[in-house]
Nanobody, 125 residues
Framework: QVELVESGGGLVQTGDSLTLTCAAS????????MAWFRQGAGREREFVAV????????DYADSVKGRFTISRDNAKNTVTLRMNRLEPEDTAVYYC??????????????????WGPGTQVTVSA
């Protein structure tokens, strides 16, 4: 079982960029597809981006396509989410998730086995 910890959240202004990192504090991400989800206040947790085990498949929510980039470094046991042109609507707690099965695209949150505690991202207008 892999244990995940997110970092890199903070308070930024509209149009700014931010990079989130998910690190495995225990175990390896090498055998997991990795994803980012987010949950705004009073909202359901929603899919943001996913990357396959080998990094060959990536998929994004329509709301972040062209602005966010997910990547992974299996040697460093990390996954990053680069977020550009941030908007107030991106304000949420961002969670990293691991799935011990392959992905060919977005998978609902029920399809993930392990989650990090989350990191807050706040975008001011």
């Amino acid at each position: 079982q892999v244990e995940l910890v997110e970092s890199g959240g903070g308070l930024v202004q509209t149009g700014d960029s931010l990079t989130l990192t998910c690190a495995a504090s225990r175990g390896t991400i090498r055998t997991s597809a990795m994803a980012w989800f987010r949950q705004g206040a009073g909202r359901e947790r929603e899919f943001v981006a996913v990357v396959s085990m080998a990094g060959t498949v990536r998929d994004y929510a329509d709301s972040v396509k062209g602005r966010f980039t997910i990547s992974r470094d299996n040697a460093k046991n990390t996954v990053t989410l680069r977020m550009n042109r941030l908007e107030p609507e991106d304000t949420a707690v961002y969670y990293c998730a691991a799935r011990s099965r392959t992905v060919t695209g977005a998978v609902p949150k029920s399809g993930y086995d392990n989650w990090g505690p989350g990191t807050q991202v706040t975008v001011s207008a």
